[in-house]
């Protein structure tokens, strides 16, 4: 027993065996492996909090990246437009080209005829129904004279712009027309479908301060 060799146990240099002091070399020894791991495990999961941080803001900045690159393709579109243009543009927006505005917003005469056809369908179903039902409701009565009304009006504006090019379809009297007596039977419409006079006389207030706008 006297020939084996003693070890020499070292004072121990790292703090964390100095803060649990050393009896036999092999419990401090467990201790620091499981402390070392513990730290390991939490600088990872620092990492990958910091790595998923990064990837948000790369993911962010893409996106922004993506924004600024379609922000410069349409400044780049504007840009590329001729002075021509841009000043034919300019007038037909401040109502400068009367011309102009008549070749851009004017619909072809088979689709004013089109417009002009299509109010004969509500007013047509009007008299079929009330024909089959020779008792209908008041608010039949009231759908049925609100469109008689408008129709003749909104026929004549489209007509005309058929029939006449080089009328403006906007600064028309005819337009004006039309809109006027859509408003004026407006509340006629608003009462039979809501089945509430106080609803329609609303409507009715509102459309003679329309009306007073369009002329």
Excluded at 47 to 62: E, I, V, Y
Excluded at 107 to 126: D, I
Excluded at 138 to 145: H, T
Excluded at 180 to 193: D, K, R, Y
Aim: proline fraction near 6%; include cysteine; charge should be negative.
């Amino acid at each position: 027993i006297n020939n084996v060799p003693t070890a020499v146990v070292m004072a121990p240099t790292d703090p964390l065996l100095k803060q649990h002091g050393s009896d036999d070399g092999f419990g401090n020894s467990n201790k620091l492996e499981d402390e070392e791991a513990q730290r390991q495990s939490r600088a990872w999961s620092l990492d990958s909090g910091a790595s998923l941080k990064r990837a948000n803001s790369w993911s962010s900045q893409a996106t922004v990246r993506d924004r600024v690159m379609s922000l410069d393709s349409m400044l780049a579109l504007i840009e590329a437009a001729s002075p021509s243009e841009m000043a034919h543009e300019a007038a037909i927006y401040e109502g400068g080209d009367l011309q102009s505005r008549r070749h851009t917003v004017r619909m072809t005469p088979s689709e004013e005829y089109a417009n002009a056809a299509s109010m004969l369908a509500p007013f047509f179903t009007c008299l079929l129904y009330i024909s089959r039902h020779p008792w209908p409701s008041a608010n039949v009565w009231l759908v049925f004279i609100g469109q008689a009304v408008h129709m003749p009006f909104s026929m004549l504006y489209h007509i005309q712009c058929a029939r006449q090019p080089d009328v403006d379809p906007v600064d028309n009297v005819w337009r004006v027309l039309d809109q006027t007596f859509i408003l004026i039977v407006s509340p006629l419409w608003a009462t039979s479908l809501s089945g509430a006079l106080w609803y329609g006389l609303v409507v009715g207030v509102l459309s003679c301060i329309y009306i007073t706008w369009l002329w």
